[in-house]
């Protein structure tokens, strides 16, 4: 199994605040793994330094095999590796719903004709060819995350990077999301607070606190009730007595 | 031609027949040809859709503009005194110069709202990509359209969120403020989205080159409109040199 990616003691700082310090990670081939962590922890950072969209003050990053650090380190990794993003308002620019997705592939040296034709394989293979000629900006919130999602894949990335991709989601479409990516063979990353989700998607779990990734657990407990919990591998169960003290009173 | 047609016409087809006939409004010369102009646009837009009441609406933003020829023309073409306005003359020249050329800017809106105001803009700015119009333009066009409606939904959130709040705007010191704020806030959303979009496309790889998706066919109805079209740019040239 080879390493996709390896961090070690990245330092980055966001405005006043040190988001990352010291933060190590190795993402595995194959694997699928849950970023998790409280609001403003830096994940979504995380994710961007992973292609190069922050740059670390300190620490090593090593994307593939390669050391990567400037602008030109990250563009064979970019070839590589989708980002979803956040909002898809940012990731769809394009007129409509098939130019959008066959910008990537247009993007990897593919004539106008071969991109088109990537977009359109792309779009029905994930189920979306409905929506190949709508306008991407009067797309539904739902639409236009799948959608921003078949403008990665189009691109065959080897590492998907998602956030919060089932984030304001309603039940359909998040059934939908989960659906299409855990057919997905890529290596993953996800961050997400979507605690059912994860447990579906991933294979590992990571913490991010205190500027810092410590392994994590996504488990059950046997308590009857099917309560989902993530946290770090050296935390007490206090949850547990928390929760044996409510249920005894 | 029938609505229906009407409505199957390609953006293509739909600029440059605009653009021929606004060309051809424009060689009219003459209040008879000017009112007949009219005319046809008239019913070339509501043929295209417009019920007259929306279209009276849209019209007088135009018409509003033509009244400041009407205020000035007159006062500075020289010919023929109807009247005078203390030191200055108001000639017929003028007042006729100015109602021809009202004719012909009216005709020309019709016809701009009868086959481009009918169409989804994004459509016309595909369409101008496949007339190869200057690419950087078209893609200003496309990206204005793009993210000027989310910029507009978002200062639209933000205003309703002040109201839910018991905002009432006015001219007060807080209001101002406050519409200060919410415009600084929507210019500093609109930046960061931009760099959020400009990221995006890096992470795409963009090198410049944007997708535009294969044209449609141009069909019979584009040939039948495009004939009448011609007929209509003849029969002006014509009326004009006569």
Not at chain 1, 22 to 49: S, W, Y
Not at chain 1, 81 to 100: A, H, K
Not at chain 2, 52 to 62: D, I, K, Q, S, T
């Amino acid at each position: 199994m080879s390493t996709v990616f390896a961090l070690e003691g990245i330092v980055l700082q966001r405005g006043a605040s040190r988001v990352l310090d010291g933060a190590d990670l190795r993402v595995e081939q194959g694997e699928r793994l849950a970023l998790v962590g409280a609001n403003g922890a830096g994940k979504t950072t995380l994710l961007r330094a992973l292609v190069g969209l922050e740059k670390p003050l300190a620490g090593r990053l090593v994307a593939f095999g390669r050391p990567a650090a400037d602008e030109a380190d990250f563009r064979p990794v970019r070839r590589r590796v989708g980002l979803l993003f956040q909002d898809p308002d940012d990731q769809l620019f394009c007129p409509t719903v098939l130019e959008d997705v066959a910008f990537g592939p247009l993007n990897l040296g593919e004539t106008p004709q071969a991109a088109f034709a990537t977009a359109r394989a792309t779009l029905d293979r994930l189920g979306l060819d409905h929506l190949a000629d709508r306008i991407t900006h009067r797309l539904s919130g739902g639409e236009k995350r799948l959608v921003a999602l078949a403008g990665l894949l189009a691109m065959a990335p080897e590492v998907l990077l998602l956030d919060e991709p089932t984030n304001a989601l309603d039940d359909a479409n998040r059934a939908r999301m989960l659906e299409l990516v855990a057919g997905l063979a890529a290596t993953m990353v996800i961050v997400s607070h979507d605690r059912l989700a994860l447990e579906r998607l991933a294979t590992r779990a990571v913490v991010l606190q205190g500027g810092r990734l410590e392994p994590a657990t996504i488990h059950r407990h046997p308590t009857g009730q099917p309560t989902l919990h993530i946290h770090g591998l050296d935390d007490d169960h206090r949850h547990e007595l928390e929760l044996a003290a409510r249920t005894g009173s | 031609m029938s609505r229906d047609h009407l409505a199957s016409l390609d953006p293509r087809t739909r600029l440059l027949g605009a653009f021929a006939l606004v060309l051809a409004v424009l060689s009219v010369d003459g209040p008879a040809a000017g009112l007949l102009a009219v005319a046809a646009s008239f019913a070339l837009a509501l043929a295209a859709g417009w019920r007259p009441a929306a279209l009276a609406r849209r019209l007088v933003h135009v018409e509003g503009i033509m009244a400041a020829l009407f205020l000035v023309l007159p006062f500075t073409t020289p010919g023929t005194a109807l009247f005078h306005l203390g030191p200055l003359a108001a000639t017929s020249d003028g007042l006729l110069l100015a109602f021809g050329l009202m004719l012909r800017v009216t005709a020309s809106a019709l016809i701009v709202l009868a086959l481009l105001a009918t169409v989804e803009p994004v459509r016309l700015g595909q369409a101008l990509a496949r007339l190869r119009a200057p690419m950087r333009l078209v893609q200003l066009l496309l990206l204005v359209l793009r993210y000027g409606a989310l910029l507009r939904a978002e200062l639209r959130r933000m205003r309703e969120a002040a109201r839910a709040r018991g905002f009432r705007g006015g001219l007060s010191i807080h209001a101002l403020r406050s519409f200060g704020w919410l415009a600084g806030m929507t210019l500093v959303r609109a930046l960061e989205r931009a760099e959020r979009v400009e990221e995006g496309m890096r992470l795409r790889l963009w090198q410049g080159a944007l997708p535009v998706a294969a044209p449609g066919r141009l069909g019979r109805v584009d040939a039948g409109f495009a004939m009448g079209v011609l007929a209509a740019l003849l029969a002006a040239l014509a009326g004009g040199r006569s």
